[in-house]
Nanobody
Framework: QLQLVESGGGLVQPGGSLTLSCVAS????????MCWFRQAPGKERERVAS????????EYRDSVKDRFFISKHNNKNTGYLQMYNLKPEDTAIYYC???????????????????WGPGTQVTVSS
Protein backbone atom coordinates (compact mmCIF):
# COMPACT_ATOMS: atom_id res chain seq x y z
CA GLN A 1 0.00 0.00 0.00
CA LEU A 2 1.43 3.32 -1.10
CA GLN A 3 1.76 5.82 1.73
CA LEU A 4 3.36 9.20 2.40
CA VAL A 5 3.64 10.67 5.89
CA GLU A 6 4.92 14.13 6.73
CA SER A 7 6.44 15.25 10.01
CA GLY A 8 8.37 18.19 11.42
CA GLY A 9 5.72 20.89 11.45
CA GLY A 10 5.08 23.11 14.43
CA LEU A 11 5.01 26.63 15.79
CA VAL A 12 8.00 28.84 15.10
CA GLN A 13 8.74 32.52 15.47
CA PRO A 14 9.34 34.73 12.42
CA GLY A 15 12.89 34.27 11.22
CA GLY A 16 13.03 30.73 12.57
CA SER A 17 13.62 27.43 10.80
CA LEU A 18 11.94 24.08 10.40
CA THR A 19 12.70 20.93 8.45
CA LEU A 20 9.81 18.85 7.17
CA SER A 21 10.26 15.18 6.38
CA CYS A 22 8.16 12.95 4.16
CA VAL A 23 8.59 9.20 4.49
CA ALA A 24 7.37 7.04 1.63
CA SER A 25 6.33 3.41 1.92
CA UNK A 26 4.89 0.90 -0.51
CA UNK A 27 6.88 2.30 -3.43
CA UNK A 28 10.40 3.40 -4.23
CA UNK A 29 11.05 7.14 -4.29
CA UNK A 30 13.88 6.79 -6.77
CA UNK A 31 11.24 6.36 -9.50
CA UNK A 32 9.13 9.32 -8.39
CA UNK A 33 9.40 13.06 -8.28
CA MET A 34 8.46 14.63 -4.96
CA CYS A 35 6.52 17.83 -4.53
CA TRP A 36 5.69 19.96 -1.52
CA PHE A 37 2.46 21.96 -1.53
CA ARG A 38 0.86 24.14 1.10
CA GLN A 39 -2.60 25.41 1.80
CA ALA A 40 -3.48 28.32 4.04
CA PRO A 41 -7.04 28.82 5.37
CA GLY A 42 -9.32 30.16 2.66
CA LYS A 43 -6.67 29.85 -0.01
CA GLU A 44 -6.00 27.43 -2.82
CA ARG A 45 -3.33 24.78 -2.47
CA GLU A 46 -0.08 25.99 -4.03
CA ARG A 47 3.14 24.32 -5.07
CA VAL A 48 6.08 25.23 -2.84
CA ALA A 49 8.90 23.14 -4.29
CA SER A 50 9.52 20.06 -6.37
CA UNK A 51 12.40 17.71 -7.08
CA UNK A 52 12.84 15.16 -9.86
CA UNK A 53 13.17 11.45 -9.21
CA UNK A 54 16.96 11.58 -9.56
CA UNK A 55 17.26 14.82 -7.60
CA UNK A 56 18.89 16.77 -10.41
CA UNK A 57 15.97 19.11 -11.07
CA UNK A 58 14.44 21.39 -8.47
CA GLU A 59 11.94 24.23 -8.66
CA TYR A 60 10.59 26.69 -6.11
CA ARG A 61 7.83 29.22 -6.03
CA ASP A 62 9.26 32.72 -6.07
CA SER A 63 8.24 33.62 -2.53
CA VAL A 64 10.34 30.83 -1.00
CA LYS A 65 13.42 30.92 -3.22
CA ASP A 66 16.66 31.10 -1.25
CA ARG A 67 14.74 30.34 1.95
CA PHE A 68 13.41 26.82 1.31
CA PHE A 69 15.43 23.87 0.06
CA ILE A 70 14.04 20.56 -1.16
CA SER A 71 15.94 17.29 -1.16
CA LYS A 72 15.32 13.57 -1.18
CA HIS A 73 17.35 10.62 0.02
CA ASN A 74 16.25 7.74 -2.14
CA ASN A 75 18.12 5.17 -0.06
CA LYS A 76 16.02 6.26 2.94
CA ASN A 77 12.86 6.65 0.84
CA THR A 78 12.47 10.08 2.43
CA GLY A 79 12.12 13.62 1.15
CA TYR A 80 12.82 16.85 3.01
CA LEU A 81 11.89 20.50 2.91
CA GLN A 82 14.27 22.72 4.83
CA MET A 83 12.72 26.08 5.62
CA TYR A 84 14.70 29.08 6.83
CA ASN A 85 13.82 32.68 7.66
CA LEU A 86 10.19 31.73 8.02
CA LYS A 87 7.57 34.45 7.67
CA PRO A 88 3.99 34.66 8.94
CA GLU A 89 2.78 34.25 5.36
CA ASP A 90 4.39 30.79 5.30
CA THR A 91 1.75 29.62 7.77
CA ALA A 92 -0.18 26.73 6.19
CA ILE A 93 -0.67 23.00 6.14
CA TYR A 94 2.21 21.51 4.19
CA TYR A 95 1.67 18.40 2.09
CA CYS A 96 4.12 16.16 0.31
CA UNK A 97 3.11 14.36 -2.85
CA UNK A 98 4.74 12.02 -5.33
CA UNK A 99 4.35 11.51 -9.03
CA UNK A 100 6.05 9.44 -11.70
CA UNK A 101 6.08 12.60 -13.84
CA UNK A 102 8.03 15.61 -12.62
CA UNK A 103 5.75 17.94 -14.58
CA UNK A 104 2.79 16.86 -12.45
CA UNK A 105 4.27 18.80 -9.55
CA UNK A 106 3.34 22.04 -11.29
CA UNK A 107 -0.30 21.73 -10.27
CA UNK A 108 -1.88 19.89 -7.35
CA UNK A 109 -4.80 18.77 -9.52
CA UNK A 110 -2.44 16.59 -11.59
CA UNK A 111 -1.63 14.35 -8.63
CA UNK A 112 -4.19 11.67 -7.75
CA UNK A 113 -5.50 11.30 -4.17
CA UNK A 114 -3.47 8.23 -3.27
CA UNK A 115 -0.16 10.01 -3.74
CA TRP A 116 -0.50 12.56 -0.96
CA GLY A 117 0.48 12.70 2.66
CA PRO A 118 -2.05 13.85 5.28
CA GLY A 119 -0.21 17.13 5.84
CA THR A 120 1.62 18.83 8.71
CA GLN A 121 0.78 22.23 10.18
CA VAL A 122 3.37 25.00 10.07
CA THR A 123 2.56 28.13 12.05
CA VAL A 124 4.84 31.15 12.00
CA SER A 125 3.91 33.59 14.71
CA SER A 126 5.42 35.62 17.52
Amino acid sequence: QLQLVESGGGLVQPGGSLTLSCVASGFSLDAYAMCWFRQAPGKERERVASISNDGFLTEYRDSVKDRFFISKHNNKNTGYLQMYNLKPEDTAIYYCAASSRYSDCSDYTYIPPGYWGPGTQVTVSS
